[in-house]
């Protein structure tokens, strides 16, 4: 069997590991960004209502011409700039991949940064080239200029925030860099609600910027929608390779409703925000553990034995993220989602109890 697998199965994907989802059942989930609220239920009312009368036994609009309007309306995205859609942000990552991938072609991300880039880069064929950020998480500009003139990639992602770092680069860098790579640049705007800049309005100054965005960190996760934008002419070209109904009926329906409400995500976003102030700050108060700044739902930190403090949170039923040997930049840090206010504190007591409890030496 291993025989045949290898024969079959290309050198590349062999070698990858799988995006590893742990089980969450019954856990406290702080480990996937997720926005923790719900939607109130006049919201939800309407939101079955449209499931009931939806006609699910035909394909969606291809087009999502719709959908679109209201995104570009909600989004205030530029008028003469097309939109993408895709099954999620991560399936227009595979579309521009897929599309960029000559012989050779390298795909260009910061590292430690979003592991999708590295991931689908690799299964299209691409070659990955993950420039180190400063130790303090910002952009080393010399560093990917370098890098940037010895590899001439085809893409490079900038991930803005970035995850799993929680900052917002320096714009003036990134335009640096637009400016100097004979490629494109994707601005890839996930964890925009939390943050208070956009490369949106700087869209049209550049021919080689695309911008994405994704609902999922927003409150639509389950969902599944993400949006590429750019000039029509780049994607024209990867419409091409976009399957045809990748973005289901209920997707469109139930997202373009939401969208009728987004005062409403953004109003949780708003909450996700001030409970992150609250989150670092007790965080801080934890003597022993570096919290890292944060634009996005999601804080990063610093303490001894982050790996047995993980596994104890998640013995304790709480789920967050272990970063320690995934970068020599993340070593010993954790990454805790913001969730509701009850869900941090239950975090924060826990953590708490965790690191005053004496070592019991076995
Ligand atoms: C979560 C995330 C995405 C993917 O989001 P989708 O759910 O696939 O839309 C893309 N980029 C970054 C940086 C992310 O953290």
Redesign the pocket.
């Known amino acids: 069997m291993s025989n045949l697998l290898e024969s079959i199965i290309r050198p590349e994907i062999l070698a990858l590991s799988a995006y590893h989802v742990p089980p969450a059942k019954g856990m406290i989930k702080l480990d996937a960004?997720e926005n923790p609220y719900t939607l109130p239920l006049i919201l939800r009312e309407e939101i079955s209502q449209l499931a009931e009368d939806a006609h699910i036994n035909r394909y969606p609009d291809p087009g999502a011409a719709s959908l679109k309007v209201a995104l570009k309306d909600t989004l205030s995205i530029p008028s003469e700039m097309a939109i993408m859609l895709g099954n999620?942000?991560?399936e227009i990552i595979q579309i521009i991949a897929l599309a960029t991938a000559k012989p050779g072609a390298v795909l260009m991300g910061v590292d430690p940064g979003?592991a999708?880039f590295r991931i689908i880069a690799t299964f299209c064929g691409m070659s990955y080239v993950g420039v180190p950020l400063a130790t303090d998480f910002s952009l080393d500009l010399d560093a990917m200029l370098a890098a940037i003139s010895q590899h001439q990639p085809a893409v490079i992602f900038l991930?803005y925030p970035n995850?799993p770092s929680g900052n917002l680069f320096d714009a003036e860098a990134i335009c640096r860099i637009i400016e100097a790579t004979p490629g494109i640049v994707i601005v890839?705007e996930?964890y925009h609600a939390f943050a208070d800049a956009t490369f949106m309005d700087i869209l049209t100054q550049y021919p080689n910027l695309l911008l994405m965005r994704?609902l999922?960190?927003l409150g639509l996760?389950g969902l599944?929608l993400?949006l590429l934008v750019g000039r029509p002419e780049w994607l024209a070209q990867l419409e091409k390779l976009r399957l045809p109904y990748n973005v289901g009926i209920m997707t469109q329906l139930l997202v373009e409703r939401v969208l009728q409400h987004y005062d409403i995500l953004l109003e949780q976003a708003a909450s996700i925000k001030a409970e992150r102030t609250i989150l670092r700050a007790r965080l801080a108060t934890m003597g022993s553990i570096e919290v890292f700044p944060s634009d996005a739902n999601f804080v990063l930190f610093r303490l001894n034995e982050a790996g047995r403090i993980f596994q104890e949170l998640q013995q304790h039923g709480i789920l967050i993220k272990n970063l320690d040997g995934t970068h020599p930049l993340l070593k010993d840090c954790l990454r805790v989602t913001v969730g509701t206010s009850d869900e941090n504190t239950q975090f924060c007591k826990t953590l708490r109890r965790i690191l005053e409890r004496p070592l019991l030496l076995a």
């Open positions: 960004m999620g942000s991560d979003f999708m991930a995850n890839d996930a994704t999922s960190k996760a599944r993400g």
